[in-house]
């Protein structure tokens, strides 16, 4: 059984007072941490509880954060806000720290009373709180059992004689409703969170607020780009599977971050390929194929930072090589699938296009190609490599170079 340092009380003991309003009636459905820290503080400082630092632990399930903290101070009133990455769950300050117990399920609720000389030192977090003019601190987790979440909230005081019983009743008797509130922000967190990483931030958002029947979304106009590691099925062929992920890995990253960082959206992975959309809003289709183009120059040079990157490495990384293409037009923005699988993404005439575009850069030795309805937008930086029969279309399409830099 998990170790209980103090013994939460029976609900029908629970003392509840402002702070229990306070969760039950302000702090239902919060969306920011901050307020809701200062607030819990405010209300737990009417019930008598005179805290110097309350410090929160929200879980994640993102790529790279494993959890969030959010620490607030009674000498400044502010609440700070730091992010949690997977690689900290490994490091001895982690390993030493009361929160590590709680990852390991191995304690439900610790105390330390720091004025105690015969307080157990097991923490190196009781040496610093000392060391600070602490003299309590308490921890118990606000993890719901159905999911294995780690949330945990944590209170320390410089009261003399630290927390009296009275106080350690207060703070026990809101547990179970933090936990209530504190899981009902993660999991909405989480969800939106998950939604973003894997079909992209606005979409994730669409589906998060509702838009999930199939055929449901939107027509839009847009730039779509499709980027593709050229020679892919050769490299998979003679490459080891970490080797070639590194490569895949290498790749995406600097598509998606030039992407991203020029306001685009990318849709979807397929295979080796990176789908994305500029939104070009009415009268402005100019200025979307223009951030369209900067992008793409961003891709090609984050890619050759890659390469200088491979280069200097030990082993004989393959260098990354990947062609683009940019077509504008109007799409259908939205879900297709079948009844019970959906995918979030652009369909039409104009995705097709810009798709065979971008299978003719190895044709035509070209690292960038654009279509017409992209080139008049962009004097100067194409050059005309005239009309070219595409598979699926009837008739000839004009295709121009793009200058994406060196």
């Known amino acids: 059984m998990p170790i209980v340092d103090v013994v939460p009380p029976p609900l029908s003991d629970l003392r509840l007072g402002h702070a229990a309003r306070f969760v039950l009636q302000d702090a ?12 819990l503080a405010e209300a737990l400082a009417h ?10 632990v929200l879980a994640d399930l993102h790529p790279e954060l494993a959890a969030v903290s959010a620490t607030w101070r009674k000498r400044s009133g502010a609440v700070v806000i730091e992010p949690r990455v997977w690689s900290g769950l490994n490091t001895a300050e982690f390993l030493a720290s009361p929160i590590a117990r709680f990852h390991q399920r191995t304690h439900d609720v610790i105390r330390r009373k720091l004025c105690d000389p015969r307080c157990p030192t097991d923490f190196e977090i009781v040496h610093d709180l000392r060391a600070r003019g602490a003299t309590d601190y308490l921890a118990f987790q606000l993890g719901n059992p159905l999911t294995q979440r780690l949330n945990v909230i944590t209170f320390t005081t410089h009261q003399a004689g630290g927390f009296s019983d009275e106080q350690l009743l207060t703070l026990l008797s809101v547990q179970p409703l933090l936990a209530v509130v504190v899981e009902a922000y993660v999991a909405q967190h989480i969800a ?8 992209g931030q606005d979409a994730g958002a669409r589906v998060l607020a509702g838009q999930v029947r199939r055929g449901q979304g939107e027509a839009i106009h847009a730039v779509i780009s499709f980027c593709d590691l050229r020679d892919f099925t050769r490299l998979s062929e003679r490459l080891s599977r970490e080797a070639l992920l590194t490569l895949l890995d290498d790749t995406f990253d600097a598509v998606v971050t030039a992407v991203a960082d020029h ?6 992975f397929i295979g080796d390929a990176v ?32 390469n200088r990157d491979r280069r200097a490495g030990d082993d004989e990384r393959p260098l990354i090589e990947v062609a683009l293409s940019l077509h504008v037009g109007d799409v259908h923005y939205g879900n297709i699938g079948g009844p019970s699988r959906l995918d979030f993404t652009v369909i039409g005439p104009a995705v097709n296009l810009a798709a065979r575009l971008q299978g003719l850069c190895s044709t035509l030795g070209r690292r960038a190609l654009v279509s017409a309805a992209v080139a ?10 005239g009309s070219h029969n595409i598979k699926g279309l009837s008739a000839p399409v004009h295709v121009y170079g793009l200058d994406v830099g060196r």
Do not use: M, N, W
């Open 28 to 39: 239902r459905g919060f969306s920011d941490p901050r307020p809701f820290l200062v607030g």
């Open 47 to 56: 019930d008598g509880v005179d805290l110097e630092r309350l410090y929160l």
């Open 192 to 199: 939106s969170s998950l939604l973003q990483t894997y079909l």
């Open 263 to 268: 306001g685009g959206e990318v849709l979807k």
């Open 275 to 306: 789908l994305s959309i500029f939104r070009a809003r009415p009268g402005e289709e100019a200025d979307a194929c223009i951030v369209a183009r900067a992008a793409s120059a961003d891709v090609f040079a984050r890619v050759a930072e890659k």
């Open 376 to 385: 008049r937008h962009l004097p100067g930086a194409c050059d005309d490599l």
